[in-house]
């Protein structure tokens, strides 16, 4: 008997992709799905809070529809992200629309709450929770979450500084359940290594900002494609929570990526006033160097299959 949740038995392909904040949207989303990989999005995407209703509605009609045209091949659920701080006061609204809509599969961050899970639970849905070390993952799961999303050193967004080696192999010493790993993951190798750790699933964000789908500026995107890791910096000054962003965007904004000042994080936002003063500074994780160029959502997870393939073999 698996220890993965249904929902989660059924992907073919072991890849989750993060919800991207301003960026992912529906269309980006459909496309995960139907090239089968966890598509997600955050719920705050949807500004006002009415466009959600909408966007989980094309999201369902689409996958549905093409689940009827192509039985053999089944699209993958789809995920959204509920930002779980008390700066969002939308979180009620949001989750009561989950509910309405079944989404299949909830990802919480920042607070992990009974109550929202037991939304989720209440339809068969389940919750993943994300997580930067051992002591957050042990709370989640005691509240109730149905798997952890680690993220490890190098992750685009709100960042953790761990290992990967170290955050997974603590986690496996008392959770049997899922564990996505997020940090750097950029290709089909290191979607395979991510399992060899003890993670069931790659967790990858950065790699779709550089896609067709994705809502970004095209500024955003060429910065993904010519980026390396030497370009990420680690800074807690735009949410009050570390994260990893483009040096490029920092120096824009008129800021020395070397020398930013410290955040206070009791000030941390989520309800809009902090991305609108930083909406021009991009977030991102250090594993773009194998990012090449700007391609459609299904020609990146056909790259990334092809390479978990060969690297496979290779390794048999």
């Known amino acids: 008997m698996s ?62 529809a093409h689940n009827r045209e192509h039985p053999d091949q089944p699209a993958a659920p789809f995920a959204i992200n509920q930002i779980v701080h008390k700066s969002n006061d939308r979180l009620e609204h949001d989750m009561a629309l989950c509910v309405k809509y079944k989404v299949p599969i909830i990802i919480t961050s920042l607070g992990a709450r009974e109550d929202v899970n037991a939304a989720a639970h209440s339809y068969g849905g389940i919750v993943l929770h994300d997580i930067i070390n051992n002591k957050f993952a042990k709370k989640a799961i005691e509240k109730g979450a149905d798997g952890l999303i680690a993220v490890a050193a ?36 290191a979607v395979l290594a991510a399992q060899a750790m003890g993670a069931d699933f790659a967790y990858i964000g950065s790699a779709f900002i550089a896609t067709e789908e994705a809502r970004a500026a095209d500024d955003y995107k060429q910065a993904v494609v010519d980026g390396t890791s030497d370009d990420i910096v680690l800074s807690n ?70 390479e978990y393939e060969s690297v496979k073999q290779k390794l048999q």
């Open 3 to 64: 220890r993965l949740p249904p929902v989660l038995q059924s992907l073919k392909f072991p890849v989750i992709a993060s919800p991207l904040f301003i960026i992912s949207n529906p269309k980006l989303v459909i496309a995960q799905c139907k090239a089968g990989v966890v598509g997600s999005m955050p719920a705050l995407n949807a500004r006002p809070a009415e466009q959600l209703e909408d966007w989980l509605i094309e999201i369902t009609e689409a996958l549905a």
């Open 237 to 306: 000054l735009f949410t009050g929570v570390h994260g990893n962003y483009l040096a490029p965007s920092i120096r824009n904004a008129g800021l020395d990526p070397e020398n930013l000042p410290e955040s206070d994080p009791s000030k941390m936002n989520f309800g809009g006033g902090a991305q609108k003063a930083w909406k021009d500074i991009w977030g991102c994780g250090q594993g773009i160097g194998a990012v090449k160029a700007v391609v459609p959502a299904s020609e990146l997870i056909a790259r990334l299959k092809r």
């Open 154 to 189: 190098g992750a685009g967004g709100h960042a953790g500084v761990k290992s990967p080696f170290a955050l997974i192999q603590e986690i496996r010493e008392w959770f049997d359940g899922p564990i996505a790993l997020s940090g750097s993951i950029a290709t089909g190798g």
